[in-house]
């Protein structure tokens, strides 16, 4: 059975994000945003019913706005997923399995919470550490906290930056318009 593109594509971020979903909506979020700009821009600049003059204020609008999109999107919630899964893997936060090991273990537990702490490496040497438990808990917290990043930055920090950018954009745009002279009438 031969494979469509799709499904080739499906199969390789399913391999490559299995373990670590927070990543892939990191990943794909930050490619959907670049795309719908792309295709925002393109049809703003082929489009034959918009004028030279509209399409010179509005295609690098569009391209100010994709940069914020883009970066706003993919700073705040890298951000996000790095500083939880951090907390993570120093117990800052933990599942009760991994709790219990960690107090039991009189010299994990005077670390938890600690940047020295890396229950990554902790689970390594240890046979006994509730790796499932651990791992489960990480993928959650990550992803519920990227979630909750990307709605953030999607639907407030953006729009705020944008509007900002895009209102001093215009004032400068307007200001340098060639003004009609005093002696024509409108």
Known sequence: MVSSPLQKGLEWVYQNFKKNTATMLVVTGTVGWALSSLAQIFALAVNPKISKEQKS???PQEFLDAVVNIGSFFLITQSAK??????ASTGKIAPQKVRDFLNKNKVYGEQTGKLSLDLDKVLKNEPKFPTESYYTFKNIATTVGTV???VLSSNIVTPIIRNTIASDVQKKYLNNRP???ASMKV
Do not use: E, T
């Not at 790095?82 to 907390?87: D, P």
């Open 179 to 181: 003004q009609p002279s």
């Open 82 to 87: 790095k500083i939880i899964s951090k907390m």
């Open 148 to 150: 909750g990043a990307s």
């Open 57 to 59: 204020f509005l295609v």
